[in-house]
């Protein structure tokens, strides 16, 4: 058996200033992962591709992987990264000589002059071969468009947030889809959305009513009602048309069926509405509750400066969260962290323990906000340099090759700042554990992460608060300008209430 497996990925923040260039979904900036490195790269590891290889493994097929383009969130794809990405694949596919194509796709990528990436993507795939078996594993942030199903025979989503079943999401992808090869189903696709926004701090599956839907969708999957199920929440901070909550549910050949399960999913999370909505406390106030929640000796206070998630597209730069935090007095903290290549270079050409003064941060201006973030001045000791690269353990996507890009630790007698040359979320102790940081012995972890934290650093958080910072992943939709989001919307339009 001979595949065809890709990757081309990326979430985008339609309101980020952070540019998306070829560069960005390069290991190191310079190449695309593809062939052998991809393979390499991924094999074994918690991660889509990881999943799809161990299957392909499994049954000794040989794989074809022209490209594997993943990039940290950020603006829409620019066109000659996008054009790129799809000239590889469809090139691929024009070769021909494929018994199936395995895709792993986000789902929420928007390209400069697509809104939907991954559907025009497949429209180009179906319109070089309509009938080789196709399959893709989505992130449950997609935003679902017609293209992105209707193409394909098979359609998986994760189904936990933080995303800990990647490798599962592509291995059941691909175990349907060879079902379908073998003749033993025929498949049948239904889908449908609804016009919600659910906020992503209250996505999370640890908690209702996400938890609920992904365990309907877990059931039906397992009871072998549904070949595939999955519940999309959508990535709001996308002014896209078909931005928000989705399902997809495919069954063996009962149309009627899958549809009854698409209503069931959607009538339940439309019920649910109001319990995906978000309330925001004043900063002053959430980092003023955090020190009163401080306990030495104990497992720290984790400080969320979420509206600056760089996995959700934020610029990771912006200072107002650590300067509340700077001005209420907090020490025994780490902060984890600030972009600022320009910083980590100067730091690095003063060297370990050289005491340095640098004006950190808000070097990316966020036109799409009405407010802006500032630098922030800060004396510390020059305390870690470090490559930033290593192989992750556990958390997210165990078995990656993490590169946080060129890191040091300033230390400026309370606190610890992480300053970084790229865009990472803090989700795993071993970030800061590869920095000479225990984040169980702080009295204060803050990091730029929303949800995903939770899937490792979040096993040593005694206490969680919430800090209303500035960033593009803002909780505060009123910040933003939506003009291409189908209306009306909930939340958006108040008679949606
Ligand atoms: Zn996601």
Redesign the pocket.
């Known amino acids: 058996m001979r595949l065809l497996l890709a990757t081309m990925s990326h ?1 985008t923040n339609t309101f980020s200033p952070v540019p998306t260039r070829l560069e960005r979904f390069c290991r190191d900036g310079t190449t695309l992962l593809s062939s052998q490195t991809a393979i390499d790269f991924y094999r074994g590891t918690g991660t889509c591709m990881g999943g799809y290889l161990a299957v392909a493994d499994e049954i000794g097929a040989d794989v074809v992987v022209p490209v594997c383009a993943s990039a940290p969130p950020s603006g829409p794809v620019d066109t000659d990264a996008y054009e790129t990405f799809c000239r590889i694949i469809t090139d691929a596919v024009a070769q021909g000589g494929f018994d199936a194509l395995w895709l792993d796709l ?1 789902g929420a990528m928007v390209a400069e002059r697509f809104d939907d990436g991954e559907g025009e993507l497949l429209r180009r795939i179906r319109a070089i071969d309509p009938r080789t078996p196709l399959c893709v594993a989505y ?3 997609a935003n679902v468009f017609d293209a992105m199903v209707s193409n394909a025979q098979i359609v998986t989503g ?1 189904q936990t ?1 933080p ?1 800990v079943d990647q490798r599962q999401t592509a291995e059941r992808a691909a175990r349907a889809l060879l079902r379908v090869m073998r003749h033993e189903v025929e498949p049948t696709l239904a889908w449908g959305s609804a016009p919600m926004l659910p906020h992503v701090m209250a996505q999370g599956t640890h908690q209702a009513p996400n938890k609920d839907l992904q365990a309907m969708c877990a059931a039906w999957e397992a009871s072998g009602r549904a070949l595939a199920a999955s519940l999309f929440v959508g ?1 709001p901070h996308a002014d896209v048309e078909m931005a928000g909550l989705a399902a997809v549910v495919v069954t063996d050949n009962d149309p009627g069926d899958a549809q009854a399960m698409v209503d069931e999913l959607i009538s339940a999370a439309w019920q649910a509405r109001r319990a995906f909505m978000f309330d925001i406390e004043p900063l002053e106030a959430s980092v003023q509750r955090a020190k009163g929640l401080a306990a030495p000796g104990q497992l720290p206070v984790v400080l969320l400066d979420h509206y600056d998630n760089c996995a959700s597209g934020g610029t990771m730069d912006t200072t107002d969260t650590l300067r509340e935090i700077i001005r209420q007095d907090l020490d025994d903290v780490v902060f984890f962290g600030i972009y600022d290549p320009a910083a980590v270079q100067q730091a690095i050409s003063a060297g370990i323990g050289a005491t340095v003064t640098l004006a950190i941060g808000a070097k990316l201006p966020m036109p799409q906000l009405p407010v802006a973030s500032s630098p922030l001045t800060v004396t510390g000791v020059v305390q870690t340099i470090s490559s930033g690269r290593f192989k992750l353990k556990g958390g997210l996507t165990p078995g990656l090759q993490v590169y946080m890009g060129t890191t040091v630790v300033l230390d400026t007698g309370k606190m610890q700042i992480v300053l970084l040359s790229r865009h990472i979320e803090p989700t795993a102790q071993e970030m800061l554990q590869v920095l000479g940081i225990d984040p169980a012995r702080k009295k204060f972890v803050a990091i730029k992460s929303r949800v995903h934290w939770r899937a490792d650093l979040g096993k040593v958080a005694r206490e969680i608060v919430e800090c209303a910072g500035v960033g593009v992943c803002t909780s505060d939709y009123g910040q933003l300008t939506f003009r291409k989001v189908r209306r009306p919307v909930f939340p958006l339009d108040p008679d949606m209430q």
């Open positions: 979430e986000h992130d449950m942030h994760y947030y995303h990535f």
